[in-house]
C-alpha cells in the first residue's frame, strides 16, 4: 500500500492523467477516496486527472484437455456488474466504510460515471488470434510453449496459462498503445513488442528526466519526497492543479519525454534563465559546467549524464570563474553560484521552478505543523 501511494503520488504530478484499471466492481473508488480524502478525490475527478477503464473481456483456458477441441478461448462478461458502469461503481461502494447515501450518493455515481469508459469489442479475440499465430510459429517456444500448429489441445496447464498471460498482456498493450496511452506495468511477455514501442519509453524518459532537474532544486525522488511531507495525498490536487503545474507538465514530456537525447538539464536551465538566453553567453555557459561538475560529483549522477557534461572540462571552468569573481566565488559553492548569478534574473512570466517552488512550500508547511 506504501508503494501504491508513493506511486500514486509521483504519476499525478508528473502525467496529465492516470487511467485505472477495473474488471467488475469498481472498489478502486472507495479505495481513491479514502486515500486522497473527498475533497481532493473530487477535485482529480472534476480536473480529469483520474479515469477508469471497465474491461468487459478476458481470456481463458480449459483446464483439462479435450481432444480436438481448442484449450485457449475468449470470453465477453455478462454480468451487469462487469459491463454497466454505474453497476460497477454502485457495487464498487458497498465495499466503502460510511459511504454516501441519498442524493450524496447518487451524485458521486454521476461524477466518477463521466469518467469510465470501455475498451473496443472483440479486443479480447483479436489478441488470441495473434498468440494462436505465434504458437503456431513457435515464437512462444522462448517462454516455454512448444510449437502447435493445430489445436491447443495437449499443451500443460502452466503452458496454458502461459498464453493466457501472452494474450492478456498483449491485448492491454494494444488498447495502450491505440488510445496513445502507457504504463508502469512490466509486460513480461511479447518483450520484444515493449522494447520497440516509441510511447512505451517515454514514460520512463520523463521520470528519470525529471529526476536529474529534481536534483538541482534539492527536491528528492518524488516517492521519497512523499514521506516528508504531510497528508501528501490529500494535498496532491493543490499542486497539479495550478496553472504553472500543468505547463511544468507539457514542458516535461515535451523535454524529457521527447527529445531525451537534447540533454534535460540544459534545456532547464536555460529554461528558468532570461529571455536574452544566459547560458548561451560566455560567463553562462561556464557557469553551466560549474553546476553540472558540483551535481556529478554531488552523487547527481543522472543529472550529468543528462547533459553529458564532463567533470575535469568543467573544473577547469570553475577555476576561470572563480578567477573572474575573487576570493568570495572560492569558498561558495556550484549550486550557491547558480542561486547567485543565474536564478535571480529568472524571467517574470513562468517557469517550470515554479514548480519546484510549489512543491517546497508542502514541504514547508509540513514542517511548520510538527511540534
Known amino acids: 500500500m506504501d508503494k501504491l501511494q508513493r506511486s500514486l503520488f509521483e504519476n499525478l504530478l508528473l502525467f496529465d492523467k492516470l487511467a485505472v484499471k477495473i474488471e467488475g466492481e ?27 477503464v471497465l474491461w468487459t473481456e478476458s481470456i ?32 464498487g461502494l458497498s465495499w466503502m466504510q460510511n459511504a454516501p447515501t441519498g442524493r450524496k450518493r447518487r451524485q458521486l455515481v454521476e461524477r466518477v460515471l463521466k469518467r469510465f469508459r ?15 499465430a ?43 498503445l491505440k488510445n496513445n ?21 517515454a514514460v ?30 490529500k494535498r496532491v490536487h493543490k499542486v497539479r492543479g495550478k496553472a504553472s503545474s500543468r505547463r511544468f507538465r507539457g514542458w516535461l514530456e515535451k523535454t ?23 547560458l548561451n553567453t560566455t560567463s553562462g555557459k561556464i557557469l553551466k559546467n560549474v553546476l553540472l561538475a558540483a551535481v556529478g560529483t554531488a552523487g547527481g549522477t543522472a543529472a550529468s549524464e543528462a547533459a553529458g557534461a564532463s567533470v575535469g572540462i568543467a573544473a577547469g571552468a570553475a577555476t576561470m570563474l ?24 529568472v524571467a517574470k512570466g513562468w517557469s517550470p521552478r515554479m514548480f519546484f517552488d510549489d512543491l517546497s512550500k508542502l514541504k514547508d508547511v509540513s514542517t511548520r505543523k510538527r511540534p
Not at 496511452?181 to 519509453?201: G, H
Not at 521520470?207 to 495525498?233: A, C, H, N, R, W
Request: charged residues 20%; contains cysteine; hydrophobic residues 45%.
Open 26 to 52: 469498481a472498489i478502486a473508488v472507495p479505495l481513491l477516496i479514502r486515500l486522497f480524502g473527498e475533497r481532493g478525490f473530487d477535485a482529480l475527478i472534476e480536473e480529469g486527472a483520474l479515469e477508469f
Open 204 to 233: 520512463n524518459r520523463t521520470v528519470s528526466g525529471f529526476s536529474s532537474v529534481s536534483t538541482l532544486e534539492g527536491i528528492p525522488d518524488l516517492k521519497q519526497f512523499f514521506g516528508e511531507i504531510e497528508y501528501p495525498l
Open 256 to 278: 524529457a519525454g521527447g527529445a531525451p537525447e537534447a540533454g534535460l538539464v540544459p534545456a532547464y536551465l536555460d529554461a528558468i534563465s532570461d529571455q536574452q538566453g544566459v
Open 60 to 91: 481463458a483456458f480449459l483446464v483439462n484437455n479435450i481432444p480436438g477441441v481448442d484449450g485457449m478461448v475468449s470470453m465477453a462478461h455478462s454480468n451487469p456488474v462487469y459491463i454497466d458502469p454505474e453497476r460497477s461503481i454502485e457495487s
Open 181 to 201: 496511452m502507457t504504463s508502469f506495468s512490466n509486460y513480461r511477455y511479447f518483450s520484444p513488442f515493449w522494447a520497440s514501442a516509441e510511447r512505451f519509453q
Open 322 to 345: 572563480a578567477a573572474q569573481k575573487g576570493a568570495e566565488t572560492v569558498a561558495a559553492s556550484a549550486l550557491g553560484l547558480l542561486d547567485s548569478f543565474l536564478l535571480e534574473r
Open 134 to 176: 505465434a504458437l503456431a510459429n513457435g515464437d512462444l517456444e522462448y517462454y516455454g510453449v512448444p510449437k502447435v500448429t493445430g489445436h491447443a489441445d495437449q499443451l500443460t496447464a502452466t503452458e496454458k496459462q502461459t498464453l493466457a498471460r501472452c494474450a492478456e498482456d498483449l491485448v492491454e498493450y494494444d488498447f495502450l
Open 118 to 132: 470501455s475498451h473496443e469489442k472483440n479486443i479480447a479475440a483479436n489478441g488470441l488470434k495473434v498468440v494462436r
